[in-house]
C-alpha cells in the first residue's frame, strides 16, 4: 500500500500528464486496501475473543447503553474493566451481553454503571434452527460475542466515579429528557412511541406497536433516521430566515443549524442513521454557505465512507443499509416521478411529493424489506401522506415541550397539545390494519434474487435518467432471471420431502413437510402463533413456502391421521406404550416418550433409521437397542443436560452415532 501511496504522489508531479482518473484509481484502491486491513484486525480480534472458553470469575463490568427492560429481565450491554480468573487479574476489554434478573436494582441500573459481579461468561450461541434470526451475528456486529446472566444477589454496584465517555454521557442527557416526556403523563404505548420518534428510544416500544407501524408502512419515522433530522434542520431554516440578508448572518444560521443537529444526534445515542443524516446535512448547508455546486450522491457516499470509515461493521447493519438505500432511492428515482404529473394547485402539488418521496424510498428498500422482513405494506402510499406531516408536526411540538418544560403553565399546555397528538398519530396508524390486504406477509426470496431485484430497480431509474434502451433491455433480462429463479423456487418446494427435528429449549419439536404442506408434533401447549414459535421456525417456514400450511398437533392421537396425509407416509400410534413409528418417505424413525417397552423381550430387534429421544424417557440405552436397531440417536430439546451425558455416553459404548439438538443444533434431512 505504501507503494500505491508513492506512485499516487509521483503521477501527480507530472504536469505534462493528465491522471485525473489515475490518481481516482489509484486512491479508492489505496483506501480499498486499508480498509480490508482495518477489517482484518477488527476480525482477528474478534476471533481471539470469541474464542476464549467459558470463564467463571470476579469482573469489573460497566455499563454502556441504556438498559432494556423486557418481562423478566434487564438487558444491557456492558464493558468488562478487570477481572480474576483462576486466581490471576487481567485488564483485557472486551463487550459482554448482559440479561440481569428483574428487580428493584436492576430497574435502578443506568449508563456508565459499574458493577462487581461473580459470574459465568460464556459464547453467545449459533442459531438452534434453520432459517432462524442470526442473533450472534446481529450482536457481533456490534462487537459483542459473549453473554451472561445475573441472578439478584450476584452482583454489586460500585459507587467510585469514572470519568463518561461521549456516548456515556450522550445517554445520559437522553434518560433526563425522558424523565421530561413522563410529565406528560401518556400511558405506556404513547409515551413509547413519543420516545422513539424524538430521541430514538426504542427500548419501550411493545411489539403490536412496532406491528400497527410496520403494516402501515410508515415503520422509518421510528427508525429516526434523516427524516427526522431534515424536519429539524428545515424547522430552523425557516425560523433563523431572518438571517439572510447578510453573509455574518448567514454564517451564523449555519452554524446554529449545524449545533442543533449534532446536539440532537448526541441526546439520541449517536446511532449510525441520525450521524449519517447529520453528516450529509451538515455538508449541504455548509454548501450553499459558500454557494457551491451540491451533488447530492457525492455527499450521500461521503457520509457514508465517513461512517465506515469508524466503524466498517456497519456495512451489514440492516438499519444503515435500508437508511443509505431509502435516501439513494429518494435522490434517484423521485425527480422522475415527480416530473410525471404536473399539477397547479399549491396543496395538490405538495401532496403529490409528498406521495413520491415514499414512493422512491419503497420502491429502493424493497429488496431489502422483502429479504429480511418477508413482508410489504400495501397501504404505505395512502398511511405516508398523513403521517408523514403529523410527525413533522409532533417534532416540532415536542421540541418546544423541552424548551418550556421548566416553566409549568407552558408546559402544561404545550403538554397536553402534545398528547393529543400522539393519541392521533396512533389512531391513524391503526387504522390501517382495518382495511383489507394490509399486509403481504411470508414473502420469500434468497439473496441472488435481492440483488437482482435491487440491481434491476436501478437500470429501470437509470433507463428513465438517460432514456438509454440498453438499461430497459437489462432491466427485463434481469426480470427474466429473478423470475426464473422463483420458478425454480416454487418447483423444488413442491416436491420438497423434509424431516426436522427443532430446537425449543425444554420442548420435542418433530417437523415433518410433504410438499406445500407440513405437521408439527409438540409437547408444547403454546399456540404455533407464538413468539417462541415464530422466532424458532417461521423463517425456516417461508423459506420452505409452508408457512400458512402447518398443522400443529400436540395431541399425538391424531398424528396417524395427519401424518398419513404426507404422501405416502405411516404412522402407528401407540407403538410400545405411548410411542410413535413413522415411515416417511423412504425413512423409518421411531419417536420416544414412554419407557414402559423397557420391559419388552422382542424375538428380534426392528431395524430403522432414527431413533428420537424425549426428555420423557429414561435413559437406557441398553433397553432400547434390546427392540430397536438404530442408525441414528437423536436426543431433541427436551432432553435436559444430565440426561444427554448419560445418553452419550451410552452411545460411544455401544459406537452409535448421536445428535444433541440442544448442543449441535436442529436436525434437518432433506430427502429426494
Known amino acids: 500500500m505504501a ?40 476480525n482477528q480480534s474478534a476471533i481471539r475473543i470469541g474464542n476464549k472458553a467459558e470463564t467463571q470469575g470476579i469482573y469489573l463490568l460497566q455499563i454502556i447503553d441504556s438498559p432494556e427492560i423486557k418481562d423478566h429481565i434487564v438487558k444491557a450491554t456492558a464493558r468488562t474493566k478487570v477481572g480474576m480468573c483462576k486466581g490471576i487479574w487481567s485488564e483485557e476489554r472486551y463487550k459482554v451481553m448482559l440479561y440481569l434478573e428483574k428487580d428493584s436494582a436492576a430497574l435502578m441500573l443506568g449508563p456508565g454503571d459499574l458493577l462487581w459481579v461473580n459470574i459465568l461468561i460464556n459464547n453467545v450461541p449459533a442459531p438452534g434452527n434453520p432459517g432462524e434470526f442470526d442473533y450472534r451475528g446481529y450482536l457481533a456486529a456490534k462487537d459483542i460475542y459473549k453473554q451472561a446472566y445475573l441472578k439478584s444477589g450476584s452482583w454489586k454496584k460500585s459507587w467510585n466515579c469514572e470519568r463518561k465517555s461521549l456516548r456515556l454521557l450522550a445517554y445520559h442527557y437522553q434518560g433526563n429528557l425522558l424523565q421530561t416526556y413522563q410529565k406528560i403523563g401518556l ?85 449510525s ?66 416530473r410525471l404529473l404536473v399539477l397547479k394547485s399549491l396543496l ?23 429479504f429480511y422482513f418477508h413482508q410489504f405494506p400495501v397501504y404505505f402510499w395512502l398511511t405516508n401522506l398523513y403521517v408523514v406531516p403529523l410527525v413533522s408536526v409532533i417534532i416540532c411540538v415536542a421540541g418546544v415541550f423541552l424548551l418550556v418544560s421548566a416553566i409549568h403553565p407552558f408546559a402544561l399546555v404545550v403538554g397536553k397539545i402534545l398528547a393529543v397528538l400522539m393519541d392521533g398519530l396512533y389512531r391513524a396508524v391503526s387504522f390501517t390494519e382495518m382495511l383489507p390486504y394490509a399486509l403481504l406477509e411470508n414473502i420469500h426470496i434468497s439473496v441472488n434474487q ?51 427435528i427443532g430446537n425449543l429449549k425444554g420442548t420435542s419439536v418433530l417437523n415433518l413437510i410433504y410438499g406445500r404442506e407440513g405437521v408439527l408434533l409438540s409437547d408444547s401447549t403454546i399456540s404455533i402463533h407464538d413468539n417462541k414459535w415464530q422466532y424458532a421456525l417461521s423463517g425456516f417456514w417461508i423459506d420452505r413456502c409452508v408457512s400458512n400450511h402447518i398443522r400443529f398437533l400436540t395431541n399425538f392421537k391424531n398424528a396417524r391421521s395427519e401424518i398419513g396425509r404426507l404422501g405416502n407416509s405411516f404412522c402407528e400410534f401407540p407403538w410400545l406404550g405411548e410411542n410413535l413409528l413413522i415411515e416417511y418417505s423412504g425413512q423409518r424413525m421411531v419417536f420416544l416418550q414412554d419407557d414402559k417397552f423397557y420391559n419388552y423381550q422382542p424375538g428380534s430387534r ?4 432414527l431413533v428420537i429421544v424425549s426428555g420423557k424417557l429414561k435413559p437406557d440405552l441398553d433397553a432400547v437397542s434390546k427392540s430397536l436397531e438404530m442408525d441414528l440417536l437423536i436426543l431433541d430439546s427436551s432432553v435436559r443436560k444430565y440426561q444427554a451425558l448419560l445418553w452419550n455416553s451410552a452411545c460411544e459404548r455401544l459406537a452409535i452415532p448421536c445428535w444433541n439438538v440442544s448442543e449441535r443444533g436442529a436436525y434437518l434431512s432433506m430427502f429426494r
Request: glycine letters at 4%; charged letters at 10%.
Open 3 to 42: 507503494l500505491l501511496i508513492i506512485l499516487v504522489m509521483k503521477v501527480n508531479r507530472h504536469k505534462s500528464f493528465h491522471a485525473g482518473w489515475l490518481t481516482g484509481l489509484l486512491s479508492a484502491i489505496i483506501l480499498f486496501m486499508a480498509g480490508l486491513i482495518n477489517m482484518d484486525i477488527r
Open 187 to 271: 400511558n405506556k404505548t404513547l409515551y413509547s412511541i413519543l420516545a422513539a420518534l424524538t430521541l430514538g428510544y426504542r427500548n419501550d416500544l411493545e411489539a403490536h406497536t412496532k406491528q400497527a407501524f410496520s403494516q402501515a408502512g410508515v415503520m422509518h419515522v421510528m427508525a429516526l433516521s434523516g427524516f427526522n433530522v431534515a424536519i429539524i434542520a428545515l424547522t430552523l431554516g425557516y425560523i433563523l430566515g431572518v438571517f439572510e440578508r447578510s453573509y455574518a448572518g448567514k454564517v451564523f444560521k449555519t452554524m446554529a443549524i449545524i449545533l442543533v443537529i449534532w446536539l440532537f444526534a448526541f441526546v439520541t445515542g449517536l446511532s
Open 273 to 338: 442513521s441520525v450521524n449519517r443524516a447529520a453528516v450529509m446535512i451538515s455538508f449541504v448547508i455548509t454548501g450553499n454557505l459558500f454557494s457551491r455546486h451540491i451533488n447530492t450522491y457525492n455527499i450521500l457516499f461521503a457520509s457514508a465512507f465517513i461512517l465506515l470509515a469508524f466503524s466498517p461493521a456497519l456495512l451489514t447493519d440492516v438499519s444503515f443499509q435500508l437508511s443509505f438505500t431509502a435516501v439513494l432511492g429518494i435522490i434517484l428515482y423521485q425527480p422522475v416521478l415527480y
Open 348 to 370: 395538490a402539488d405538495r401532496t403529490w411529493k409528498l406521495f413520491t418521496v415514499s414512493c422512491a424510498a419503497q420502491l429502493s428498500t424493497l429488496p431489502l424489506t422483502l
Open 450 to 500: 435481492t440483488i437482482i431485484l435491487a440491481v434491476m430497480i436501478l437500470f429501470l431509474g437509470l433507463f428513465f435518467i438517460q432514456r438509454k434502451s440498453i438499461l430497459l433491455w437489462a432491466s427485463l433480462a434481469l426480470l427474466s432471471v429473478f423470475q426464473l429463479q422463483n420458478v425454480a423456487h416454487n418447483n423444488a418446494t413442491n416436491n420438497q420431502h423434509i424431516l426436522l
Open 606 to 609: 426392528l431395524k430403522v433409521d
